[in-house]
């Protein structure tokens, strides 16, 4: 068994910044890429950040420069920082995370999300 677990989201003004996190617990021998997306009302999930096992990051234009993801791969989880935000970035959050299981199995899991409401 995998579970991802975010927390951080809630409701912040313009220009505000939260930080969410997500916690990856259970069977895991590694987890190679790590990623937020997110999904506004009416509209498709989306990628917002995604960092490799090695660092390597790739970020959504409408967000470049605003928000910074990480990760501690000792603890498995990562991390999105979001700066200057704007009503556009209301929606809810998901974690993602490819994980090898420690019974060789492999495959993508995802949170259960947390929203982020920005309003003034």
């Known amino acids: 068994q995998v579970q991802l677990v975010e927390s951080g989201g809630g409701m912040v003004q313009p220009g505000g910044s939260l930080r969410l996190s997500c916690a990856a617990s259970?069977?895991?021998?590694?987890?190679?890429?790590m990623g937020w997306y997110r999904q506004a009302p009416g509209k498709q999930r989306e990628l917002v950040a995604d960092i490799t096992s090695g660092g390597s990051t790739d970020y959504a234009d409408s967000v470049k420069g605003r928000f910074t993801i990480s990760r501690d791969n000792a603890k498995n989880t990562v991390y999105l920082q979001m700066n200057s935000l704007k009503p556009e970035d209301t929606a809810v959050y998901y974690c993602r995370a490819e994980i090898f299981r420690i019974d060789s199995d492999y495959g993508d899991y995802w949170g259960q999300g947390t929203q982020v409401t920005v309003s003034s």
């Open positions: 259970g069977s895991i021998f590694s987890i190679n890429v």
